[in-house]
């Protein structure tokens, strides 16, 4: 295993990493990079100058490995790992199992349900505001919150 350096360029700032990392190869190297802008780009994400920064990768001997661009890291696809296979054509669908048809017909229910609770909560509307100003009323009067435990 090889200790490698992430160094981050941003404009004409140069921030090196003192410690390193510990990774197999520059390949390895390559996706612990990406991780390390992954990481910073959804920290700081609105950002607009990461776009123009790198990570530079040192070995310890202080020579460069490579250079990762933010960028290039954010927006260029990586190839999958393992190839993805297909096994057969898919199976054409039938009728829906009747659990699935269970959901389906209460999800049809639910539907026009959905909005009484807001036209009930319109209907509270009026009684929360007496309440509320019943509480403003009785805090103007004693000086303290209604129910409130003396001593707390």
Known sequence: ????????????????ERTGQCVEGPEAARAVARTIIRALVAQHGGEPRLLNAAIVVTDEAGDTVFALSFFEAIYVPVAPAVPVRTVGAPEARGRPTPAIAARTRLAALRTPLSGLRLRLAGRRRPWQACWAEG???????????????PGR
């Open 1 to 16: 295993m090889a200790r490698f350096f992430f160094n981050i360029r941003l404009d004409d700032a140069y921030l090196p």
């Open 135 to 149: 509480v403003l009323r009785l805090r103007e009067a004693f000086g303290r919150p209604p129910f409130a435990v």
